[in-house]
């Protein structure tokens, strides 16, 4: 229960403090003070997502190994797993 409450917490506190930045900076870019060079930003933006894409390939059995894992000590701890998970979504719900 106490992970589910952090988790919500902490989510909440970031989704707001990166919304407020990205209306700042829309504001800001709207009354002049910030001048975006947009050509850039999709240069950036377009080479970020091929180096994801990349190490998306290369982490993709790592992954799966680890859910592998996640699953079989799910399958063998299913007390604790269950305890664990109602407490969570307690947490979220509160």
Not at 23 to 39: C, E, F, P, T
Not at 45 to 53: E, I, P, R, S, T
Not at 60 to 74: H, R
Request: hydrophobic share 45%; charged share 20%; proline share 1%.
């Amino acid at each position: 229960m106490c992970a589910g409450y952090l988790f919500q917490r902490v989510g909440k506190i970031a989704a707001t403090a990166i919304g407020g930045g990205f209306l700042l900076l829309q504001i800001a870019n709207h009354s002049g003070y910030v001048q975006v060079d947009w050509k850039k930003v999709e240069k950036d933006v377009n080479k970020a997502k091929k180096h994801l894409k990349k190490r998306t390939k290369q982490a993709a059995p790592e992954i799966n190994s680890f859910f592998e894992e996640a699953t079989e000590f799910v399958k063998k701890n299913i007390v604790l797993s269950s305890g664990f998970v109602g407490g969570f979504l307690l947490g979220l719900a509160s």
